[in-house]
């Protein structure tokens, strides 16, 4: 399965900011929607920020406020502001792209280790 290539994981304090990215190789020639979902130590994956091709947001309510997504199609990327950080926010995070016309295909990323201390 072609493979989305993330960036922008790391260590950071409760309170402190990162930002994420997420690169589609060229060979998904259209995007339709992107988005975020993370998975939290003991968790199941979950949902968390998704942007449509028209530029259109929608938020999990437990980072709502806090986190910004956002795409550049003219770099295939998709990326997600994450402020005011909490340790709960602790988890690995994926990015997901789907594919559009002909057909729609998921495809995700390999994973990002966002870890926030108290």
């Known amino acids: 399965q072609v493979r989305l290539v993330e960036s922008g994981g790391g260590l950071v304090q409760a309170g402190g900011s990162l930002r994420l990215s997420c690169k589609a190789p060229?060979?998904?020639?259209?995007?339709?929607?992107m988005g975020w979902y993370r998975q939290a130590p003991g968790k199941q994956r979950e949902w968390v920020a998704t942007i449509t091709s028209g530029d259109t947001t929608t938020y999990a309510d437990s980072v709502k406020g806090r986190f910004t997504i956002s795409r550049d199609n003219a770099k295939n990327t998709v990326s997600m502001e994450m402020n005011s950080l909490k340790p709960e926010d602790t988890a690995v995070y994926y990015c997901?792209?789907?594919?559009?016309?002909?057909?729609?295909?998921?495809?995700w990323g390999q994973g990002t280790q966002v870890t926030v201390s108290s």
């Open positions: 060229g060979s998904i020639k259209t995007i339709d929607t």
């Open positions: 997901k792209v789907v594919s559009g016309f002909p057909i729609s295909l998921d495809y």
